[in-house]
T-cell receptor, first 114, second 115 residues
Framework: EPEVTQTPSHQVTQMGQEVILRCVPI?????FYWYRQILGQKVEFLVS????????KSEIFDDQFSVERPDGSNFTLKIRSTKLEDSAMYFC????????????FGPGTRLLVL | AQSVAQPEDQVNVAEGNPLTVKCTYS??????LFWYVQYPNRGLQFLLK??????LVKGSYGFEAEFNKSQTSFHLKKPSALVSDSALYFC?????????????FGGGTRLMVKP
């Protein structure tokens, strides 16, 4: 069964450093998402991406964040200058082309900013 | 705006007993409702969804959920709990007209099934 995959599974970085989180969505999916879950808190929407552009973003997704689909298979989330409060589990999700379809989530990347 | 409430942080049930995990929602239009499960150190796994049609939807691992429009609820149920059902359960909603189709999640309910 097709799955969303994410790399790395864990990343530790110093405050102020740039990180890139990578995702490979399910191959025939067209809509891509990033969510995050701070430890002990609810899952929060960050951004949705369709047709090579952002379709919606939350207040969390400020200028420090960017997304890209560089090669037709990968979907990346970049944090330019990490802050302590960026420490969280980051989930990538994808879905097919009809509005009723399910979003399928990857296993997540646990980011720790020191 | 869309929101989800899961009023119970934890639900305890004995193996073999029925379980219910509660969820209520708020959306401007018609809701698309989802349940996901998260096992330790794992991602979110899709269990079931309500889009339209029959109010009782059946999903993976014997779970089902009932959509109640008047009570704006979508409670997750299972007739006979297993120890292996112990996990964190998230209810999520999406308003049908939401262009980006973002999901809004509840805070999660930890289900503990004891032998």
């Amino acid at each position: 069964e097709p799955e969303v995959t994410q790399t790395p599974s864990h990343q530790v970085t110093q405050m102020g450093q740039e990180v890139i989180l990578r995702c490979v969505p399910i191959s025939n999916h067209l809509y891509f998402y990033w969510y995050r879950q701070i430890l002990g808190q609810k899952v929060e929407f960050l951004v949705s991406f369709y047709n090579n552009e952002i379709s919606e973003k939350s207040e969390i997704f400020d200028d420090q964040f960017s997304v890209e689909r560089p090669d037709g298979s990968n979907f990346t989330l970049k944090i330019r200058s990490t802050k302590l409060e960026d420490s969280a589990m980051y989930f990538c999700a994808s879905r097919g082309d009809t509005v009723q379809e399910t979003q399928y989530f990857g296993p997540g990347t646990r980011l720790l900013v020191l | 705006a869309q929101s989800v409430a899961q009023p119970e942080d934890q639900v305890n049930v004995a193996e073999g007993n029925p379980l219910t995990v509660k969820c209520t929602y708020s959306v401007s239009g018609n809701p698309y409702l989802f349940w996901y499960v998260q096992y330790p150190n794992r991602g979110l796994q899709f269990l079931l969804k309500y889009i339209t049609g029959d109010n009782l939807v059946k999903g993976s691992y014997g779970f089902e959920a009932e959509f109640n429009k008047s009570q704006t609820s979508f409670h997750l149920k299972k007739p006979s709990a297993l120890v292996s059902d112990s996990a964190l359960y998230f209810c999520a909603v999406r308003d049908w007209y939401n262009a980006g189709n973002m999901l809004t999640f509840g805070g999660g309910t930890r289900l503990m099934v004891k032998p």
